[in-house]
């Protein structure tokens, strides 16, 4: 990409985040980095300046960096968090063995490592406009004092030098990961911790989310020339790159020597991602206002597989630019790499020697992360299932509606069948809980990725699936690049259907209470059929009662929640609807009545649509003998 065109994209990424100032203020970083790398000894040296810009009301007098690569030696956080978990049982196989809560990627694998091996960051000095700072470090974090607090509404410099040992690869980064790829280079520089209007969030890095400052970065990466790489941003010396970045017909001009300088820009992003094989294929679609790259191993698999790949992603974005809103940057990049699949601002790390259906899945999911991940980038730490649950939801749906044999069926049985499961197990907690400090990552796993996606799908139940999905617009409209929270999302959906959900997101997500809604009786008087809902579970929520009747006719009693303040549409206009009076949710049941006798009734269903998460539908249906 020439760098007349990351400018341009700079410049009008920048003028969105402004007017996103506007409503919240938010820090702002300016990176510039250069490492040289080693690849005999895995090892890098660093040069960072960075520029950073307070825009808070308040006066800063430390500030914190992340150091992730920390986490991989033993005895870290990570790997006495991992081993913890490894000694809980949470469900039994088929064979009556039990199986642990491992993290199959980790295990006890940190513990295992030599001192080659480890992962390190180290900070060899660092300066704020120009003057010597101390520090100490803490695990994964970088405490510094400041000799000098930083004002508010104002920028200051800060000068580092680092070095860092590249981790054999056990979790998202590292060397030499499990499909042969050299070097997964996630988490790889010190990077600021956030500082919004909550304060500071220095979070030890246990293995899962993440949360960073928007900014620009400019970045060199010297390293041997044998090795392609690939990341975020837009490569500026393209021409001196070759491998496939340069224009079709362009001489490619290598300086002379062992190594190549890769230099990357990239505007308006909160993290920075590469890596590098010495036999990446680099295959590029062109689709729609951006270029997706795509970055490989070639072998009897993939060489089919990851073609197939780049062609299927101009449908998938027409679907996902439809429904979900456009993609802001020029390009994106799909990189095999990591283990399993983690996403980064314009690129994402996926293991990639699977099966076509498990390549393009893992492939959509991690590119769903570029909106609730890139974009709108909540606090994954303390909303992960505003991202991970999000992200699930949309991915279904594209993956539903863009493979034929997938279109027609309901796209988000999997997430409710595994919250279900969830809520059997007894290891359920709140979904508000922080993402490092689950009990158990069943419940991690779950909470965040199908019950975030259930909370979608049956907020489209509550309101209205036209209402949630012109809300799901809105959201992104109003709030990329702004790090919204859970009331910022709701109070979308408020202003988009017109009705009251503080009470849906309390139960929800502050709560483990469940939905059970249940035919209680159905008797006749006076020639009508009187129909008794009793709410057995201890989560109120409105009904939709379809009734049909033995010569064929249908109806839908709609019965609001009283604490919605307001009905949903019609949501099937060839079915009647009836509305009734709202249901008090003090109320243990609810009583109707349907002008008709019951011998003519058919069948009686509570939630047709299914899109309730009733954990018991046993008793949501009764159908005449």
Not at 136 to 146: A, D, F, M, S, W
Not at 412 to 426: D, P, T
Request: hydrophobic share 35%.
């Amino acid at each position: 990409m020439k760098r007349i065109i990351g400018l341009v994209v700079m410049v009008l990424l920048g003028s969105v985040t402004a007017s996103a100032q506007t409503d919240r203020w938010q820090q702002r970083v300016k990176y510039k980095m250069d490492v040289s790398v080693d690849v005999s000894t895995h090892r890098f040296t660093g040069k960072q300046q960075l520029a950073y810009t307070n825009n808070s009301p308040d006066t800063l007098f430390r500030v914190f960096y992340h150091l992730y690569w920390n986490a991989f030696q033993p005895g870290s956080m990570m790997d006495q968090r991992s081993q913890e978990l490894g000694k809980i049982g949470v469900s039994k196989d088929s064979k009556g063995n039990i199986k642990y809560d491992w993290d199959a990627r980790v295990t006890d694998r940190i513990s295992k490592l030599t001192p080659n091996e480890i992962g390190y960051q180290k900070v060899l000095s660092l300066r704020m406009n120009g003057r010597q700072l101390s520090w100490k470090t803490e695990g994964t974090i970088l405490v510094v004092e400041l000799d000098k607090p930083i004002l508010p509404k104002s920028t200051v410099n800060f000068d580092m030098e680092f070095e860092s040992q590249v981790p054999v690869q056990i979790r998202r980064s590292g060397r030499e990961n499990s499909e042969g790829v050299d070097y997964s280079m996630s988490q790889w520089y010190p990077k600021m911790c956030e500082y919004d209007n909550e304060g500071w969030h220095p979070t030890p890095y246990i293995a899962r989310e993440f949360y960073g400052v928007w900014g620009d970065y400019d970045v060199k990466i010297t390293i041997d020339k044998k090795y392609v790489l690939a990341g975020t941003g837009y490569l500026q010396n393209p021409n001196q790159i070759g491998y496939g970045y340069e224009a079709p017909g362009t001489k490619v001009t290598r300086a002379a020597g062992k190594n190549l300088t890769w230099h990357f820009v990239a505007p308006n992003v909160h993290d920075f991602v590469w890596a590098a094989d010495t036999d990446y294929k680099h295959i590029t679609k062109k689709v729609d206002n951006f270029t997706a790259h795509f970055f490989y191993l070639e072998n009897e698999t993939t060489r089919s597989t990851w073609p197939q790949l780049a062609e299927m992603i101009p449908a998938a974005y027409a679907y996902i630019k439809k429904h979900f809103g456009a993609y802001p940057y020029e390009q994106y990049s799909f990189i095999q790499g990591g283990d399993g699949g983690m996403e980064y601002p314009m690129a994402t790390l996926i293991m990639g020697n699977g099966k076509m259906n498990g390549l393009y899945n893992v492939a959509i999911h991690e590119w769903m992360h570029s909106w609730y991940q890139g974009m709108l980038a909540t606090n994954e730490s303390l909303y992960p299932w505003m991202d991970e649950g999000f992200t699930t939801f949309a991915e279904d749906l594209t993956i539903g509606n863009t493979i034929d044999s997938l279109k027609g069926n309901w796209h988000h049985e999997g997430s409710y069948n595994n919250y279900f499961r969830l809520v059997r197990s007894g290891f359920e907690e709140p979904i508000s809980m922080h993402a490092d400090h689950y009990h158990t990552n069943l419940a991690y796993g779950v909470s965040s990725y199908s019950k975030g996606a259930v909370f979608l799908e049956q907020l489209g139940y509550v309101i209205g699936a036209a209402n949630r999905d012109a809300g799901l617009h809105r959201y992104y409209r109003d709030w990329r690049f702004k790090h919204p929270n859970a009331r910022d999302f709701i109070r979308v959906m408020e202003k988009e259907s017109g009705l009251q959900l503080d009470w849906y997101l309390q139960y929800m997500v502050n709560t483990t209470r469940h939905i059970n809604y249940a035919l209680d009786s159905i008797h006749e008087a006076n020639g009508k059929t009187v129909v008794v809902i009793r709410n057995a579970g201890d989560f109120p929520m409105p009904i939709d009662l379809l009734v049909e009747t033995k010569d064929g006719r249908k109806e839908m009693h709609y019965i609001p929640q009283s604490i919605m303040f307001g009905n949903k549409p019609n949501e099937d206009e060839s079915v009647k609807r009836i509305v009734h009076d709202s249901w008090q949710w003090t109320q243990p049941s609810y009583r109707i009545v349907l002008d008709a006798p019951l011998s003519q009734i058919k069948s009686l269903e509570i939630d047709p649509s299914q899109r309730m998460a009733d954990v018991d539908r046993s008793n949501n249906k009764a159908v005449s003998k």
